[in-house]
């Protein structure tokens, strides 16, 4: 079993900057794909960014491109999402996941391990 930890969640202005962080623990295996997701209230979960086990292969969604960085430790079973110039749509609550297929994936099926997310508020 995996256990998924995010961490770095809180509250920013318009245009600001955050940084999470997702601490694998358990079982882990420095081959799953990683992926970050986002759920805002009333709406349905959504794919955020992805990114492969090697790290070769990212993939994001076209709301965040150009202004969110996924990436991994593998050292420190570490997977990170650099956000910044934040827009208050971006507030959620935000979940890593992770993909014993060790591949990037936008799909939330993909994905057999999920943390408990954490919450980003965004204020204009």
């Known amino acids: 079993q995996v256990q998924l930890r995010e961490s770095g969640g809180g509250s920013v202005q318009d245009g600001g900057s955050l940084r999470l962080s997702c601490l694998a623990s358990?079982?882990?295996?420095?081959?799953?794909?990683m992926g970050w997701f986002r759920q805002a209230p009333g709406k349905e979960r959504e794919f955020v960014a992805s990114i492969s086990w090697s790290a070769l292969g990212t993939d994001y969604a076209d709301s965040v491109k150009g202004r969110f960085t996924i990436s991994r430790d593998n050292a420190k079973n570490t997977a990170y999402l650099q956000m910044s110039s934040m827009k208050p749509e971006d507030t959620a609550v935000y979940y890593c996941?992770?993909?014993?297929?060790?591949?990037?994936?936008?799909?939330?099926?993909?994905?057999?391990?999920w943390g408990q997310g954490t919450q980003v508020t965004v204020s204009s």
């Open positions: 358990g079982r882990t295996r420095n081959t799953y794909g």
């Open positions: 996941a992770a993909s014993t297929s060790g591949g990037s994936s936008p799909h939330s099926y993909e994905y057999q391990y």
